[in-house]
């Protein structure tokens, strides 16, 4: 099952286990550790947290949800920041993994997390989602389960400043005025032959003179010329579905590597691959394109054979794009980056 990350607070969510960022010994603090005992009820999850006693740092203790819309409460406690040399990544990362593989004991198949010791602990907001992101994606790797990212408000929800400046530079290189003028009929121009390369990872050397658009779809660039309807449609290429498994096949992967690297469930993968006439949405199609690991030109043929197009006045597809030419194909990253600047993530 997929990663998804939801605006929300933690006690709102329904999973089978809800993970408290908690005080290492058996009383309740402020911010995520107060908002769950309250929830579940206070005086019955202290007196389950005292039977349990101290808990040190990166380990983690289960009780019952009790008023909770789940089975479980592990209870972590992680890090305090002291400058990231007193092991506190290693002890952080503790924390997400053993919470993780309790959930797999515990036979569960969904757990919600708080970004863990990003509050009065002062774990840095952008590494602490570096690291537990991180560590969803190599669980997920090998086990099948539903892992929710909860965010109480944008201001928690931080990425690097790095990523942050590379992503503003080319939404606002990019957004909406340059799209257009490429994508839309405007003079494909000598002077922006090598700015099309770029965005594009091939050569602009290839494209003739003249209107990009008639360049590319026209008659005779499609190989129609004179030919009859009758003619043109006997010459349709393969469906999304033929395409999509020829993709699979050539990329050398199995169906259960694809599912896991779109974000997908293997329930919706298995009907994307058993009903053929099946109608995607585009957030599933350009995941599977991440998930392949496909350019852009390869990227824009898939969406095209699912009745979708990249639109130049969408954030979403903006980044989506900026990732495939940059080839970076790591849905986990590319889904944080999605949700910091739209609130939407690709797969799930």
Not at 218 to 245: C, D, T, V, Y
């Amino acid at each position: 099952m997929p990663f998804k990350i939801i605006q929300n607070d933690i006690t709102k969510i329904t999973a089978d286990i809800i993970v408290n960022t908690a005080n290492p010994n058996p009383v309740y603090g402020s911010g995520t550790d107060y908002a769950i005992y309250k929830a579940a009820g206070k005086s019955q999850l202290l007196r389950a947290r005292w039977k349990i006693g101290k808990i040190r740092r990166g380990e983690i203790a289960v009780t019952d949800a009790y008023n909770l819309s789940a089975k479980y409460i592990i209870h972590t406690v992680g890090p305090v920041w002291k400058g990231g040399k007193s092991h506190e990544f290693e002890i952080l990362e503790s924390c997400y993994w053993k919470s993780l593989k309790k959930a797999a004991e515990l036979n569960c198949e969904s757990i919600a997390f708080p970004l863990i010791a990003t509050g009065v602990y002062g774990f840095p907001k952008d590494m602490a989602l570096e690291i537990a992101v991180s560590t969803f994606g190599k669980f997920l790797a090998e086990h099948e389960m539903n892992i929710i990212l909860a965010v109480f408000d944008k201001e928690s929800f931080q990425l690097s400043s790095q990523i942050v400046d590379v992503v503003d530079s080319y939404i606002d290189e990019n957004y909406v005025n340059q799209n257009y003028a490429v994508e839309y009929s405007q003079p494909f121009r000598r002077d922006r032959r090598s700015e099309y390369e770029n965005r594009n990872g091939y050569p602009a050397d290839e494209f003739p003179e003249g209107n990009f658009y008639e360049a590319s779809f026209s008659r005779e660039a499609l190989g129609w010329g004179e030919m009859s309807l009758e003619e043109q449609l006997n010459q349709i290429g393969p469906s999304f579905h033929e395409k999509l498994f020829e993709l699979i096949e050539r990329s050398g992967m199995d169906n259960k590597d694809v599912w896991k690297a779109a974000n997908l469930d293997r329930k919706h993968f298995s009907k994307i691959q058993c009903d053929s006439h099946y109608h995607p949405k585009k957030k599933t199609v350009m995941a599977l394109c991440i998930a392949l690991k496909l350019n852009l030109e390869q990227a824009k043929d898939l969406l095209a054979r699912a009745d979708w197009a990249f639109s130049p006045s969408s954030k979403v597809d903006l980044i989506v794009q900026k990732a495939l030419i940059d080839r970076q194909y790591d849905i986990m990253q590319l889904n944080t980056i999605l949700f910091k600047y739209t609130n939407e993530i690709l797969g799930v």
